[in-house]
């Protein structure tokens, strides 16, 4: 009989002790993966160029349960709902901002006469322009005091998402990993303005 609850009383200790591993392994998981959030988000976003014409950003990952990101990211979570995604279903979620400027200087043509058999109907004063590059189609018409303008842009926006150790000495890397989202934006006249990247835990 002694031999029965001494074997219980083992089995019991045993459970509540690996219970208890379990749940400190569980709060420092947390803790640490708070302690990532909080330096991903002290840090920001890096904005910088490549060469002289490539935007690009850097952004480290944020790391969020389903009650934080309803909780700090509700913006994000509607925008997830709109597309009929669940958020348990969500892995990862990235966007990007950009503006993009443009200094056109182009040549105005004007006055188109209209003839009909040789009798002139009307003259109408028509001015227009157009300009044309890889990245822009800029077309408008100046009639009488009205102007119509058509806009049609182009970007190539290319997101890179990968990890890295922050420490390194030669050829040796240590230290947690961070998981970093890298994005370019290969139009000159484009500027990143806003670059995050969420990921589900």
Known sequence: MNIKVNIWTIIVVALAVTLEILVIAKVFNDNRRLSDNFTALAKGTEYYRIGDSISASRTERILLDNAEMKSYFPEITAAIGQMNVKLRQLERYSAV????????????????????????????????????????????????????????????????????????????????????????????????????????Q
């Open 97 to 200: 901002n950009s503006t993009a400027k443009y200094e056109i200087a182009s040549r105005l043509h004007d006055t188109i006469k209209i003839v009909r058999d040789r009798i002139v109907l009307d003259t109408v004063k028509l001015q227009y322009t157009r300009y044309k590059d890889r990245w822009i189609d800029f077309q408008q018409a100046v009639i009488a005091d009205s102007a119509y303008t058509s806009i049609q842009t182009r970007d190539s926006i290319a997101i890179v998402q990968r990890w890295e150790r922050p420490h390194k000495f030669w050829f040796l890397r240590w230290g947690r990993k961070r998981h970093i989202q890298t994005v370019t934006n290969a139009n000159p006249n484009a500027k990143i303005t806003y670059s995050i990247f969420v990921e589900r």
